[in-house]
């Protein structure tokens, strides 16, 4: 597929999705109001690295338990 789009279009598409990343994972943003149902927001993606507890556990390494090896 990188073969058959030109470049310019892929390194905006990289810029763009390297944006959405940040956005998605950070932690500064609790609730975004409305826009919860409509967005991937990144409370809901905190929810997808940890479990359906309340938020106000720290999750660690995307991780619900540690891993004992």
Same mark, same amino acid.
């Given at each position: ?23 998605? /994972?950070?932690? !500064? ?6 826009? @919860? =149902? ?5 409370? /809901?993606?905190? !929810? ?6 309340? @938020? =106000? ?13």
């Amino acid at each position: 597929m990188a073969l058959a789009v030109p470049p310019y279009v892929f390194v905006v598409h990289i810029q763009f999705n390297l944006l959405y990343q940040f956005w998605i /994972h950070t932690e !500064v943003i609790r609730d975004m109001g409305p826009l @919860e =149902g409509v967005l991937n927001t990144p409370s /809901h993606h905190r !929810v997808h690295h940890g479990t359906f507890a309340p @938020e =106000g556990d720290k999750v660690v390494y995307g991780l619900v338990h540690k891993i004992n090896i």
